[in-house]
């Protein structure tokens, strides 16, 4: 099977500008998750969907939102993105949402 | 809410010589734990995973780790480390509870670094 994809892998925003980014899970995975991951605060959770439905919420502003679409991949996206957003973004999906997450390679997004 | 200590931030361990990562995590209900690796620029592979049943499991290369429920720890080990061990490596949880169990909390990583 193929692993979870990542569009697209690289991308330069500047400050205040808004940013999509895609993510493909493994064929018949169901949840997806997204984590941000930065130097300062490593690992962070930011949601996950099942089923079309945000089911799970970080810590996060409201800037940052998502959604999935019925083939079950999931697109996230930030507005008027700060300096701090800067990160790597990574996607992982799961069967149900238990039990373990597979990750994508990640998107690094910079913001200028 | 769930919490994952990983105490060494990096580990310097000559080819070949045994190592011990360590993870202790703080939770008020059963959880699942986990330990994945990443790799400069890459994303997070699956190392090892327990779920439920024995609590000393096995990767396929070479790495175990024992789930010790009183002492709340996961620590990863291998008895013999490779150069291509050199990587990030991170400890984490999800809660034992349907609807949150997707939420994995991570530790701040331990970066093996293996030199000849």
């Known amino acids: 099977k193929a692993g979870v994809t990542q569009t697209p892998r690289y991308l330069i925003k500047t400050r205040g500008q808004q940013v999509t980014l895609s993510c493909s899970p493994i064929?018949?995975?169901?949840?997806v998750s997204w984590y941000q991951q930065t130097p300062g605060q490593g690992l962070q959770f930011l949601f996950e969907?099942?089923?079309?439905?945000?089911?799970n919420k970080g810590n996060f502003p409201g800037r940052f939102s998502g959604r999935q679409f019925s083939n079950s991949r999931s697109e996230m996206n930030v507005s008027t993105l700060e300096l701090g957003d800067s990160a790597l973004y990574l996607c992982?999906?799961?069967?149900?949402?238990?039990?373990?997450?597979?990750f994508g390679p990640g998107t690094r997004l910079t913001v200028t | 809410a769930q919490s994952v200590t990983q105490l060494d931030s990096q580990v310097p361990v000559f080819e070949e010589a045994p190592v011990e990562l360590r993870c202790n995590y703080s939770?008020?209900?059963?959880?699942?734990l986990f330990w994945y690796v990443q790799y400069p620029n890459q994303g997070l592979q699956l190392l090892l995973k327990?779920?439920?049943?024995?609590?000393l499991v096995e990767s396929i290369n070479g790495f175990e780790a024992e789930f010790n429920k009183s002492q709340t720890s996961f620590h990863l080990r291998k008895p013999s480390v490779h150069i291509s061990d050199t990587a990030e490596y991170f400890c984490?949880?999800?809660?034992?509870?349907?609807?949150?169990?997707?939420?994995?909390?991570f530790g701040t990583g331990t970066r093996l670094q293996v030199t000849l």
């Open positions: 992982a999906s799961s069967l149900e949402g238990g039990g373990e997450q597979y």
């Open positions: 064929s018949g995975h169901r949840s």
């Open positions: 969907y099942f089923s079309e439905t945000q089911r």
């Open positions: 939770s008020s209900v059963s959880v699942y």
């Open positions: 327990y779920l439920s049943g024995s609590t």
């Open positions: 984490a949880v999800s809660a034992l509870q349907t609807g949150t169990a997707s939420k994995l909390t």
